[in-house]
Every structure is written in structure tokens, then in C-alpha cells.
């Protein structure tokens, strides 16, 4: 279950470059090094070496996936990153359920309009995070409009956790 957190902006684009920076550089070095030796091992003559060299990268790119999986993301200069990403999934799960979504909102479903809350506070999140306003001023209507139907219902307007029932509740609403 995700659950949305106050984070500052500023502080979670600059945690999130320098984690950039670090699975770049293994990244990096990984490929640098597994190109090498595929070459030096199963390479033939100088100039003739094109796929081992994309070998390497490739498998220099797996081991970077794998490192950075397995050994890096719980660690704390990866929890920006790691919120981000968990963040944006979340935010496509409830995407690819939408239509299910929109359809609940409109027959009065109250885990689709949960559901439909928890998008749009997490969308204004991603939104901020990222610096990106101008996509959001196009919701602000139908985040506005949302509100309002929630208030007329007596809902609860803080949705910060998403709920897997309620994905599991609004797939079985006919679009």
C-alpha cells in the first residue's frame, strides 16, 4: 500500500539528481569494465569487436539494475528516488483503471471516488515534485469539482494511501 508524504520539492529534486548521478557512475563503470573483458575474452581482431563491446554494455547495464535493486534502494540517499518511483506507479495503476474510475465517480461508487482523490492529490504531488505546473492548472477544474462532490458526500478529502481494494472495487464497474 502506498501512502503519500509531504516532501519539500526543492530538497527531493536535488536527493534525486545526486542518486542520478551515482547510478550513472556505476552504470559507467559497470559497462566500461564488462566491455573490456568481453572483448579481452572472446574478442578477435582489432576493429572486429562491435558485439562483444554491446555484450558488455548490456550486461553492464543489468548488473546496474541489479545493483541498484538489490543493494542500493533502501538505502537513504536513494529515498527520494525510491518515493518518486513508487509515487509514478502508483499513479499508473490508478491510470490504467481510469475509464473503471470515471464510470464509478459517475454512478456515486465510493471507492472509485477515493480513488479518483487519491489520483489527484498524488498527481498534484508528482506535479510539484517534479516542477511541472503547468500541467497542473488543466486538473485544477476537475480537482475543484472532485473536492466538492466528496464534501457534499461527507467523505474524507485527505486519501493518501491507495487502497489496492479500491482498484480491485472499481474493475468490476462497466465503463
Not at 477544474?141 to 466528496?150: F, K, V
Request: charged share 20%; glycine share 6%; net charge positive.
Amino acid at each position: 500500500m502506498f501512502e503519500l508524504q509531504s516532501m519539500s520539492p526543492e530538497l527531493y529534486r536535488q536527493q534525486t539528481r545526486r542518486s542520478t548521478f551515482v547510478v550513472i557512475a556505476i552504470f559507467l563503470v559497470l559497462a566500461m569494465l564488462c566491455a573490456t573483458a568481453s572483448t579481452k575474452l572472446f574478442g578477435g581482431p582489432p576493429g572486429d569487436n562491435f558485439k562483444w563491446n554491446l555484450l558488455g554494455v548490456l550486461t553492464g547495464m543489468a548488473l546496474t539494475v541489479a545493483v541498484v535493486r538489490q543493494q542500493l534502494w533502501q538505502r537513504p540517499f536513494m529515498a527520494a528516488a525510491a518515493y518518486g518511483w513508487g509515487l509514478k506507479r502508483s499513479l499508473m495503476r490508478v491510470t490504467n483503471v481510469m475509464h473503471h474510475v470515471r464510470a464509478g465517480v459517475a454512478v456515486g461508487d465510493e471507492s472509485a471516488i477515493k480513488l479518483l482523490r487519491f489520483y489527484h492529490l498524488g498527481l498534484h504531488q508528482m506535479h510539484q515534485l517534479d516542477g511541472n505546473s503547468s500541467e497542473e492548472a488543466q486538473l485544477i477544474r476537475e480537482i475543484d469539482a472532485h473536492r466538492e462532490l466528496m464534501e457534499q458526500r461527507g467523505l474524507d478529502l485527505e486519501q493518501k494511501r491507495l487502497d489496492p481494494a479500491w482498484i480491485a472495487a472499481v474493475k468490476s464497474i462497466k465503463p
